[in-house]
């Protein structure tokens, strides 16, 4: 197996665009996870840690803190996956969201609005994206009782520190409902291979740092309604943002994947670097709701506002004219634009902007580099423009 293959450049700062060696992946995961390494843990299964969501409320801040510690090791190099049993302690609280919830659905089925799924086909499922400001809106007290959860808190801290964001996304799938594509997620996870080997080496192992991945059980989840499938400690693999959508790595986590049941008001987080991927609901009757949590770090962010759009704005016509006159060359406007637009396409409103046709939807670069290239004029980019901002907006 020659370099690149197995994962780098011969530079050793960038992984190939074919980057994945099965052997070398399967070599880092563990045949069992061993309780004397877990001493917090209440269970294991599966090589899947488990807490006891009633145990955690009633600690003090100095058991709190070793709990803490060991969710941070078990995301980092251990199985990658926490499942906190009883995370809610009221169940009426996820009713009264489910409700809530699946009278959202019903309403944004019946206006024609959502739609889009990065790793499901159309219909398997039922989204609400931005639950979180939904829920907010429609009842605060509700949200009130339901975020006031200390395991949510406990967990997100454990992982990503203080003054983390936290973001929903609501998924239903439904009576049939077919399995997702095994994947990792936010943010690496969310390009195509060729994208991500444009990120060097170390982004690749700084990724998963960013966000937790968590799912809160609307209902009860038996094996046959499908819910999250794993393959715990595959986060460790540093080319894996690349590998995992190759046939023999997916080929591999169908035949190891483990499964666990869920009950009402429990809630799994995991690294979000674990090839993960939501079941098939052969069931009749089951509409299997999670309410997803994306939990992102607070050093996301930059240190100024700067209005992009305005720059864009500006910047279009002379560049068009420049490069009609081949004063600047092509890795130039490349330069340029990245200096200028907003190159990432998210945070975004996933209810007018959903990722339809690809992993992400278009960014404010994407929009100004066809316009360029397509010969647009300025007002036809300025009209692509409006409806990039009005597609984002709350």
């Keep these: 197996m020659d370099a690149a293959k197995r994962g780098l450049h011969s530079e050793a700062h960038w992984f190939s665009s074919d ?15 061993d309780p004397k390494d877990w001493p917090c843990a209440a269970a294991i299964e599966r090589n899947v840690l488990l807490y006891d969501g009633a145990s955690l409320r009633n600690m003090d801040a100095t058991r709190q803190r070793a709990v803490m510690s060991e969710w941070a090791r078990a995301f980092l190099s251990g199985p990658g996956i926490v499942v906190i049993k009883r ?35 159309p219909g398997a499922n039922d989204r609400i994206w931005n639950a979180l400001q939904k829920h907010c809106e429609a009842d605060p007290e509700g949200f009130a009782l339901y975020y006031g959860n200390i395991c949510l808190a406990l967990v997100s801290t454990a992982w990503l520190g203080p003054n983390y964001q936290v973001t929903a996304q609501v998924n239903r799938v439904n009576p049939g409902g077919a399995a997702q594509n095994p994947h990792r997620d936010y943010h690496l996870g969310f390009m195509s291979r060729e994208d991500a080997a444009r990120y060097p080496v170390h982004s690749h192992r700084l990724s998963s740092a960013l966000t937790l991945q968590g799912a809160v059980a609307h209902c009860d989840m ?15 693999y540093e080319a894996g943002y690349i590998a995992f959508g190759q046939p023999d790595f997916q080929a591999y986590f169908a035949e190891h994947h483990v499964q666990l049941p869920l009950e009402k008001g429990d809630a799994a987080f995991f690294n979000p670097a674990v090839m993960h991927g939501a079941g098939h609901n052969v069931t009749s009757d089951v509409y299997r709701m999670a309410n997803l949590l994306q939990v992102s770090s607070t050093f996301g962010r930059p240190i100024e506002t700067v209005n992009r759009a305005a720059m864009a704005h500006a910047l279009f016509a002379p560049l068009r004219d420049l490069i009609a006159a081949g004063r600047v060359r092509e890795d130039e406007v490349a330069a340029v634009i990245a200096t200028c637009a907003e190159a990432y396409a998210y945070p975004t409103n996933l209810d007018r902007d959903p ?16 316009a360029l290239s397509e010969g647009r004029t300025a007002d036809e980019f300025a009209q692509a423009m409006h409806l990039w901002e009005e597609r984002r907006k709350s």
């Design 355 to 370: 990722p339809i046709g690809g992993l992400a939807p278009l960014s404010q670069a994407t929009i100004m580099r066809q």
């Design 19 to 33: 980057a994945g060696c099965l052997a070398d992946f399967t070599a880092t995961l563990p045949a069992t996870t």
């Design 87 to 121: 995370a809610f302690p009221d169940l009426a609280v996820i009713d009264r969201a489910t409700d809530l919830f699946s009278a959202m659905i019903e309403q944004e089925k019946a206006i024609g609005a959502g739609g889009g799924d990065h790793f499901a086909k």
């Design 222 to 236: 038996p094996l046959e309604s499908g819910p999250t499938l794993y393959l715990p400690y595959s986060q460790r």
